[in-house]
Nanobody, 124 residues
Framework: QVQLVESGGDSVQAGGSLRLSCAASVKPGNAYCMGWFRQAPGKEREEVARINTTTMDTDYDDSVKDRFTISIDNAKKSLYLEMNRLKSEDTAMYYC?????????????????WGQGTQVTVSS
C-alpha cells in the first residue's frame, strides 16, 4: 500500500508559478511509475505528466510541455510538479498517483494509488 499526500496548491495570477509536492510512502529501492493528474469542474480527469522513478524518463501532456516539469527526489520520497507560465485553463484539482512497476512507464500503466488532491486556481 502506498500513501500519497499532495501539497502546494494555491491561487495565483496567470503567468505565475507554483510547485506542487507529493509525499509518498514508497519502499526505497522499488521501481514505480508516478504521475500528476488534474480534474477541472465538469471535466474528465486528465494526465499531466508521469515519471519512471528508476530511469527518470518523463512524459507530458501536450498542453503543459515546456511549462511544467515533473521530478522526483527518491531520498526524500517526494514527487514534484513545477508549474510555470500558468494559464486559467490550468485551474483544477491536482492529484498525485503511483503504481509499482518494473519496466516502461507507458500509457498502458494503470495507476493503483491516488492522493486526495490539491487545488490550483489561476485567475486571469
Amino acid at each position: 500500500q502506498v500513501q500519497l499526500v499532495e501539497s502546494g496548491g494555491d491561487s495565483v495570477q496567470a503567468g505565475g508559478s507554483l510547485r506542487l509536492s507529493c509525499a509518498a510512502s514508497v519502499k526505497p529501492g522499488n521501481a514505480y511509475c508516478m504521475g500528476w493528474f488534474r480534474q477541472a469542474p465538469g471535466k474528465e480527469r486528465e494526465e499531466v505528466a508521469r515519471i519512471n522513478t528508476t530511469t527518470m524518463d518523463t512524459d507530458y501532456d501536450d498542453s503543459v510541455k515546456d511549462r511544467f516539469t515533473i521530478s522526483i527526489d527518491n531520498a526524500k520520497k517526494s514527487l514534484y510538479l513545477e508549474m510555470n507560465r500558468l494559464k486559467s485553463e490550468d485551474t483544477a484539482m491536482y492529484y498525485c498517483a503511483a503504481v509499482a512497476r518494473n519496466g516502461v512507464c507507458d500509457q498502458a500503466v494503470d495507476f493503483a494509488y491516488w492522493g486526495q488532491g490539491t487545488q490550483v486556481t489561476v485567475s486571469s
